[in-house]
């Protein structure tokens, strides 16, 4: 009953290295997002994608890419990492069966950047 | 974008005790979502309760209830017989029926602390 899969759960980079946070689902999502969450600031959404092949920016995308190639998997890629992106990111996806839509959350990717 | 607003940065309760955690949010929409997560210490984002706003009827799960009062954009949660199990981050989210449905927003949270 895995749910939302993140890896990896803690990593530390120095600015300018890229790296990308892993994502999958198994319950066959259409709808999955990335979030941010910083102190005070609660949860904001980066990207998100409504099925393979089509991805939309959030409130803060700045920094970040993404892609959908499977329905299962939703990567986010930071190309030159800066300390402003020093977060927590959450996986989280949706299924649009759902009358309400709740988000469902993996356990979150905690990033230093130094 | 709408907004969600978590005035209480930090709040105590005694175990056992009431609580109620208080979230208004801005929309000019007449069909919505609203929901309150649970963010424990291990970081793992719970949901709660949700409530769709056509209902007028306050969702309730077991000792979580809410009080929504869409005329005043207010969703508050209640917590009853509070236990220590309770202590967390608590974050209050709106969510879109027909407009764009596709994001959620998020209040800035709320921290509980539960006191045995």
């Known amino acids: 009953n895995a749910g939302v899969t993140q890896t990896p759960k803690f990593q530390v980079l120095k600015t300018g290295q890229s790296m990308t946070l892993q994502c999958a689902q198994d319950?066959?999502?259409?709808?999955m997002s990335w979030y941010r969450q910083d102190p005070g600031m609660g949860l904001r959404l980066i990207h998100y994608s409504v099925g393979a092949g089509i991805t939309d920016q959030g409130e803060v995308p700045n920094g970040y890419n993404v892609s959908r190639s499977t329905t299962e998997d939703f990567p986010l890629r930071l190309l030159s990492a800066a300390p402003s992106q020093t977060s927590v990111y959450f996986c989280a996806s949706r299924s649009d069966a759902s009358n309400t839509g709740e988000l469902f959350f993996g356990e979150g990717s905690r990033l230093t950047v130094l | 974008a709408q907004t969600v607003t978590q005035s209480q940065p930090e709040m105590s309760v005694q175990e056992a005790e009431t609580v109620t955690l208080s979230c208004t949010y801005d929309?000019?929409?007449?069909?919505?979502?609203l929901f309150w997560y649970k963010q424990p210490p291990s970081r793992q984002m719970i949901l709660v309760i949700r409530q769709e706003a056509y209902k007028q009827q306050n969702a309730t799960e077991n000792r979580f209830s809410v009080n929504f009062q869409k005329a005043a954009k207010s969703f508050s949660l209640k917590i009853s017989d509070s236990q220590l199990g309770d202590a967390a981050m608590y974050f209050c989210?709106?969510?879109?029926?027909?407009?764009?449905?596709?994001?959620?927003?998020f209040g800035s949270g709320t921290k509980l602390n539960v006191k045995p």
């Open positions: 929309t000019s929409e007449s069909d919505y979502y």
């Open positions: 989210a709106y969510r879109s029926h027909w407009g764009d449905f596709n994001k959620f927003y």
């Open positions: 319950m066959n999502h259409e709808y």
